[in-house]
């Protein structure tokens, strides 16, 4: 840790949050803001006379409330930077100055109220997300009685009790009675492995976490009573059984089953009734501490981030890699990666690994000092554009630019574009094209779709990011839905232009399915709004022209939602049994003779 | 400001194309629902093919020195590997087309792996057909593609790390010893994270700040 605080090419901002990022791969600009610390960072040597003289008590967070700090305090002694913060919120002293005892007992004059909050620009060329954790709150989990019974204590507060830095020097002690208790259990999988509360996934680092407890138990007393509650362990890593035989071996009951009551006892010590899977038998044990194995959550700022990078999560809520053998730590979105628990549970040493990975991917992205940048943008067909505006109004980047009172025709700027195509497939004279996914390679593959047999196809355009992604997904666990089904892909939703859906059904299909990422979660910032609009305006144009609406769908459909993908097809295979043979030639009569008038009015 | 406007917009009618079509089998994993053989040989009276076959394994050394040869041998201007996703494979076969001498955006690729053949397991009639039609989908798209050539732009050799946990920290160690600027943004006043708070780590049982 102190490493990164002298490395000379390391910028470390903390209390800072990055805001904004824009631009793209090789060059992305980032908002940061840091808010202000009150003491000069620089300045203050950590000697803690400012602390001692503050009036204000908090719980100290690092100590997950086991002690107390003051308004202006060090995290933890090894803080790195080792500098003092000030609680603005808490401090007595601000505006108006009330209080001020902190400053006169500064002797170096660090402490300074007028600093405030800065918003820092920087310029990189990729972006690391190691947006860490957020423990598994156990209080919804009411039958082991957290926060009902004092003596009932998360994984993490356990931490801090044995820890030698912690709030009572690693002495272990009950809050009821400051004694130290002869019995411990521990409850494993609380918030992990349950569908119904915390998450359906294993959180991979309790089971050793306990082992770990268990040992550290016996070694500083030895006379102490141990249970693990648990439904498997699982010491899968390199060294991990060995610790886990230590365990046992130093004399740790491991009971399989999991508790399910817990009961407070008039001296503070905890009852837990449990099912033992291995007896059969219903058990009571009395135990003087019990301590919940807390599962790993996501970090709350995980939505920002990913509404900031276009970034796609699992059902679970972590970060989405780009491919979960290949690229494990590549996210979709180039020039982005994944280390720790971000991307997932995972130990310190995975956490490590994966950190280095990251890295590496990194650096190979960067060493040569420049990037390719993708040719899959929108390009202007010259003399074609009447400056009417409507591309630039609807391009995410504002890459497009009109002057529509000049009459200038559109400008697009290639290195701003990000290729979604909304603008080819909004631009009502065909003035823009999208480069690899022009209309004429779209449409060629809907007539060689719909050549044959077209009445027995569901046609699906499918966004490159989830849903095609999800269409892989669903493949790779053999989810199986109707082989009726015929994808095309896009870059973006945003690319299906009204004339491919007009075209689809002029050609015979029976049900079109348009797809792509759920709203807010658009690899194109929100370039699907406009899939949105076209679509609900499309299926108000059918049914005006005696079209059953029906026909056409949109759904989104994340990179993660195999099942959900599957489940759409077969909804979609439903409508189309529904659509007759008759109702198809009608529609083919209806838009052939709209083409004629069309074209006449041109 | 640089402006992108369509120079070869379209490709001169009546050019004739030269298509290669290659089905891969996967080992068995397309093979073993979708007759891979009956696909290459309905692909190969498609309009401007030249070559079509089935191919045990397209991406594997082999595979691609087969197709690099048939490109060299036959002239083949244009590629179609019906085979996994392009979410997986499209870079390998750019990569591949491209180094005989062939623009990488000259490439299509059928699904049929997780888009069919991995989710019609207990149909392999249907499967065919649909595999059929997807090959015959992508050979209509890559007689329309055109070249494509990506811009070189200057990249700034600089990172960011947005969190300062043992990963974060690790990461910026990782870029800054390896001569990246690396700029490591945290939330709370101190870097740590949750390893902070932890006591003694497993395996190794030491302290892990």
């Known amino acids: 840790m102190t490493d990164v605080g002298r490395h000379p090419k390391i910028k470390l901002h903390t209390m800072s949050e990055v805001m904004d990022v824009e631009g793209s791969v090789g060059n992305f600009n980032v908002s940061i803001l840091k808010r202000a610390r009150y003491v000069e960072e620089k300045d203050c040597t950590a000697c803690g006379d400012c602390a001692k003289a503050c009036p204000v008590v908090r719980p100290d967070e690092f100590n997950v409330g086991l002690s107390t700090r003051k308004a202006i305090f060090t995290p933890f002694p090894q803080a790195v930077p080792s500098a003092y913060v000030v609680n603005i919120n808490e401090c007595l002293g601000h505006n108006p100055s009330v209080c001020a005892k902190c400053m006169d007992a500064c002797e170096k004059g660090c402490i300074n109220f007028h600093m405030s909050d800065e918003e820092i620009k920087e310029r990189v060329g990729s972006i690391v997300v190691a947006t860490g954790l957020e423990p598994y709150d156990p209080t919804e989990l009411d039958e082991y009685g957290y926060t009902r019974f004092e003596n009932v204590l998360t994984s993490l507060e356990f931490e801090r009790l044995i820890n030698a830095g912690g709030p009572t020097k690693g002495e272990l002690i009950r809050s009821t009675d400051r004694r130290r208790p002869k019995s411990i259990g521990f409850i494993q999988c609380v918030g992990s492995r349950s569908v119904r509360k915390g998450g359906g996934y294993c959180s991979n680092v309790c089971c050793m976490n306990t082992i770990k407890s268990t040992l550290v138990l016996k070694e500083h007393y030895t006379d102490i009573t141990i249970k693990v509650f648990y439904i498997d362990i699982r010491a899968f890593g390199k060294g991990f059984e060995d610790l886990y035989m230590r365990s046992r071996r130093s004399g740790v009951h491991y009971l399989r089953g999991l508790p399910g009551n817990v009961e407070e006892l008039p001296n503070g010590s905890l009852r837990v009734s449990v099912e033992n899977t291995a007896s059969g038998m219903l058990e009571f044990h009395d135990l003087d501490m019990l301590v919940l194995a807390i599962g790993i959550k996501p970090a709350k700022s995980v939505q920002k981030i990913r509404e900031m990078l276009g970034l796609q999560l699992t059902p679970d809520g972590f970060f989405l890699e780009a491919h979960p053998k290949l690229q494990p730590v590549d996210a979709a979105t180039r020039g982005v990666f994944y280390a720790g628990c971000a991307e997932g549970p995972k130990d310190i040493k995975e956490s490590v690994t994966q950190a280095s990975a990251a890295t590496a991917r990194s650096i190979r992205l960067m060493h040569k000092g420049e990037i390719i940048t993708e040719p899959i943008t929108s390009v202007l067909i010259p003399g074609l554009c009447k400056s009417c505006g409507i591309c630039a109004e609807v391009c995410p980047y504002n890459a497009i630019t009109v002057d529509v009172k000049k009459k200038m025709p559109a400008m697009i700027n290639s290195a701003a574009c990000a290729g979604c195509g909304t603008c080819a497939a909004e631009c009502p004279f065909g003035a823009i094209t999208m480069n690899h996914f022009t209309d004429d390679q779209i449409i060629c593959q809907i007539d060689a779709m719909l050549e044959d047999k077209a009445q027995e196809k569901v046609l699906v355009f499918a966004c490159n990011w989830c849903s095609y992604a999800g269409a892989d997904y669903a493949g790779v666990s053999r989810i199986q839905y109707p082989a009726s089904v015929n994808i095309i892909r896009t870059m973006c939703s945003g690319r299906v232009d009204k004339n491919f859906i007009w075209h689809a059904f002029l050609k015979g299909a029976p049900v079109v399915l348009v797809s792509g990422c759920h709203i807010g979660d658009c690899h194109y910032i929100d370039a699907n709004h406009w899939t949105q609009k076209r679509v609900q305006k499309l299926q108000k144009k059918m049914e005006k022209l005696g079209i059953k609406p029906n026909r056409l769908q949109l759904e989104w459909i994340s990179a993660a939602e195999g099942v959900r993908f599957a489940d759409v097809m077969n909804k979609m295979e439903k409508i189309r049994q529904e659509v007759s043979s008759q109702e198809i030639a009608d529609t083919i009569k209806i838009l052939s003779r709209r083409k004629k008038q069309v074209l006449l009015s041109d | ?209």
């Open chain 2, 1 to 209: 400001m640089e402006e992108n406007v369509a120079e070869n917009i379209s490709i001169s009618p009546g050019q004739a194309v030269r298509i290669g079509v290659y089905v891969c089998h996967c080992g068995l994993n397309i093979s073993r629902t979708i007759n891979c053989s009956h696909v290459a040989e309905t692909a190969s009276v498609l309009d401007g093919v030249v070559v079509s076959k089935d191919i045990a394994y397209a991406c594997s050394e082999p595979g691609q020195q087969e197709i690099k040869e048939d490109i060299l041998e036959h002239g083949l201007d244009r590629i179609v590997v019906a085979s996994c996703s392009p979410r997986l494979h499209e870079p390998t076969f750019r990569q591949m087309i491209q180094s005989v001498g062939l623009n990488p955006f000259l490439l299509e690729m059928a699904n049929l792996r997780e888009q069919c053949s991995w989710v019609h397991m207990n149909e392999p009639d249907a499967a065919t057909q649909k595999a059929v039609t997807l090959v015959k989908m992508a050979v209509s798209r890559v007689r329309m593609l055109w070249p494509l050539v990506g811009e070189r732009v200057p990249l700034t050799k600089r990172a960011l790390v947005i969190g300062g946990g043992i990963a974060g920290i690790q990461a910026s160690l990782d870029l800054a010893d390896n001569g990246y600027e690396v700029i490591l943004v945290e939330k709370r006043p101190s870097i740590g994270g949750t390893m902070a708070q932890l006591d003694k780590t497993f395996p190794t049982m030491d302290c892990s700040i």
